[in-house]
């Protein structure tokens, strides 16, 4: 491989998103971060939004249009909210890829994604050029592919849990998806739902049925010939800061023993790198801050349970979009990734 390193451009980089850009890229041996762009910080060094990266880059902010922050570089993150991002990303000149952290290109019907988000896409005939980017499913659309619609935390987490009933044409009733958060889950902006005495100590339900991710879900399950599959899908905010846990129960027509589930997680999952197969329930504090998504999996002939647990700014954003930016750029999937997490 060549000592080339591969230069690139984080929009959006003051959020939570940018921040974990940031960490794992400084540290990448293949790539190079040379510009990081903020509408409100400009001029200053990363370290002082950021401040576990002073003495690890000098870096600055720039407020630059997506145009400029394009320049000369192999590779663009955008790492801005829906709606902005979208306006920046379909200005990025054709030449340099792209990976888009947001929803705005993961539904490929506009006007499901007029129905979910509350307003036009500024761009649908660019919908159909973006990879939805589930890495483990889709890294040979992934590789040659110039854009790519990163996944959403909760529906990474629930596409690892069904994607594999469905390819095994199991997947044929009723889903029940129970999905827990963590407070980084909203962004770095404070609001009333993250606010610490709001939010520290509070269990809750919201957007129950209608969470943005559950169309998303849907939609790659019907790529993945489970069309009929019908997902009531509710998510819970929790008292942590990263995590992202999703229990899906089932009832499938032809009862499945516990060894045919084993099997069919493991034809998909033995040789995956960061998907582990765990003998107990997976928890969320023991892959936080790494790129490791940890299944388990139960059946009793009837009811089948599959969990999940990763960390909603790692495998369900910036640690898969790593993985797919080393694949589009011809790199191993697996580098700059393999910090195993904290303990404890
Ligand atoms: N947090 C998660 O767990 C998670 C997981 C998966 C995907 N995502 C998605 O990833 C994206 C980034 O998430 P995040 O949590 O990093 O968000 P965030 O913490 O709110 O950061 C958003 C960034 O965008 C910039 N920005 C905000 N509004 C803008 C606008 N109108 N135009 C241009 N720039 C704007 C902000 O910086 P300045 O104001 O300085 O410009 C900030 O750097 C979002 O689309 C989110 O839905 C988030």
Known sequence: MSSYRKRIAILGATGYGGSELLRFLLFHPNVEVVRATSRQHPGKPVHTVHPHLLKVTELCFEDVSPEEAA??????????????????????????????????????????????????????????????????????????????????CFATAALLALLPLAHAGTLDGPVALVGVTGSSGSGAEPKSGTHHPERAEAFRAYKPLVHQHLPEICQELSRAGAPEARVAFVPHSAPMVRGIHITAILHPK?????????????????????????????????????????????????????????????????GQAIQNMNLMLGLPEHAGLQFPGTRP
Do not use: W
């Open 71 to 152: 320049e000369g570089v192999d590779l663009v993150f955008s790492a801005l909210p829906h709606g902005a991002s979208q306006d920046s990303v379909r200005r990025l000149p054709a030449s340099v890829k792209a990976i888009d952290l947001s929803g705005d290109f993961r539904l490929k019907d506009p006007a499901v994604y007029r129905d979910v988000y509350g307003h036009e896409h500024n761009a649908p005939e660019q919908l159909g050029q973006f990879v939805y980017g589930l890495t483990e499913f889709n890294r040979r659309a992934i590789a040659p592919a110039r854009r790519v619609a990163n996944p959403g």
């Open 254 to 318: 032809e009862p499945l023993s516990l060894e045919t589930v084993r099997s069919i997680y493991h034809s998909h999952y033995g040789d995956e790198r960061f998907v582990r197969l765990r003998n107990e329930p997976p928890d969320v504090a023991v892959v936080a801050g790494s790129n490791f998504a940890d299944l388990h999996c139960r059946s009793d002939g009837r009811t089948l349970v599959v969990l999940v647990a990763l960390d909603n700014l790692v495998k369900g954003m910036v």
